[in-house]
């Protein structure tokens, strides 16, 4: 199942996509967007365009677990998704997710304006990658 994921800024939202096998996680596009339901709308379109059949949203909680505004905000969003999409929409804990990106643009010397423009995209890839991983090793939820 080829499986879309969001990680979603107020004016920039990465996306990532999978491949139908759930192996691969690759940075998709960024949405340079500040308009909260015009930036759902695009990400319904991005869904549809690349056949996705459920969607992934990253959901920052707090590193001492409890859910902020910010969470609270990245799960409306998911909802809003959902009722354009009608995919099932899974929220999933993106703690790190940025910093393990950065460690990555790191590694690939990527820095400055170029880093700043797949950024989100990346983190999206790492938080899809996540996901995969566990739903490798839970199959039956």
Known sequence: MKILCVDYGDSRTGLAISDEGE???????????HDFDRCAE?????????KAEMIVVGDPINMNGTRGERSEKCR??????HELTGLTVKMWDERSS????????????KRGKKRKEVLDQAAAAVILDSYLGYRKNHPDE
């Open 98 to 109: 940025t910093v393990t990106a950065i460690g990555y643009m790191n590694d690939i010397n």
């Open 42 to 50: 695009m990400v319904a379109e991005s869904a549809r365009k690349n």
């Open 23 to 33: 192996i691969l996680a690759s940075p998709l596009e960024t949405i340079y967007m």
């Open 76 to 81: 409306l969003f998911g909802d809003k998704v």
